[in-house]
């Protein structure tokens, strides 16, 4: 059924019988099917009926485009708007003045996190003399990619992005997910992915989105994830769970 017949059913009328679209009652007033798609789609109506909702596979299954997806508030139920790719995941973050936007790309956890913003969205940034969002931007005289945060530190120290908390969903009975990252190394190398402390990926020079089958735990404490800069200048762009 159409989305417009779905709503007329609930009212009890088919779309034959309003195809003006007027407001659906037997009295004065009512409401017209545009009200009612707003009553469906609210956050209280969605809060309370979770059967309304997702698991990610699901939606990646439906197909990319923004779902409802099904979670949790610490033990509450809940339901966000969020954007899952057929692919990629559900979209978890995104990073820098200019990254994904919230209009067209909802994160379940933020859009466009800058520096300052890191620590208030579950993150911790150590070690980095030199960062850049869009907003602020002191990478040393190199130039920050659209769409990410750049951070590296001076001589041979390491600077460390850290998701110390993860405020995504997990389905019941879940333990852990996976993670996918969009990242580049910019103009060196030696930038990696950590999940759990244990390190899974070696970032290459160009941007590239890495698809980790190694789960990370969301009950491990410290560096669930975390997006360590060797020798180069470390660029995040956005985070993706699965």
């Not at 989305?3 to 034959?16: H, M, P, V, Y």
């Not at 439906?62 to 990629?88: L, W």
């Not at 209009?103 to 030199?130: H, M, V």
Request: aromatic share 8%; glycine share 12%; charged share 15%.
């Amino acid at each position: 059924m159409t989305r417009n017949a779905d709503i007329a059913k609930i009212l009890g009328r088919s779309e034959a019988a309003n195809a003006s679209n007027l407001a659906l009652s037997t009295g004065g007033g009512g409401l017209d099917s545009a009200r009612v798609l707003d009553l469906i789609d609210s956050d209280w109506i969605q809060g309370i009926t979770t059967t309304l909702g997702k698991t990610i596979a699901e939606a990646m299954s439906a197909g990319t485009g923004i779902h409802r997806i099904y979670g949790r508030d610490g033990n509450s139920p809940q339901t966000k708007r969020v954007y899952v790719h057929a692919t990629k995941g559900m979209l978890y973050a995104s990073f820098g003045s200019d990254g994904l936007s919230e209009a067209q790309y909802p994160a379940w956890q933020a859009n466009r996190i800058l520096i300052s913003e890191l620590s208030a969205n579950g993150f911790t940034i150590a070690g980095a003399g030199n960062t850049a969002d869009g907003v602020t931007n002191n990478l040393g005289g190199y130039t920050r990619p659209a769409g990410s945060i750049g951070f590296f530190a001076a001589a041979s120290n390491v600077a460390t992005v850290t998701m110390d908390t993860y405020n995504g969903p997990l389905n019941d009975g879940d333990t852990a997910m996976s993670v996918l990252t969009s990242v580049t190394g910019s103009q060196f190398s030696g930038c990696t992915i950590y999940i759990n402390g244990v390190n899974v990926q070696t970032i290459s020079t160009s941007k590239t989105e890495y698809a980790k089958t190694t789960s990370f735990s969301s009950t491990a404490g410290a560096n669930i994830v975390q997006y360590r800069e060797g020798s180069g200048i470390y660029h995040l762009y956005d985070i993706w769970v699965r």
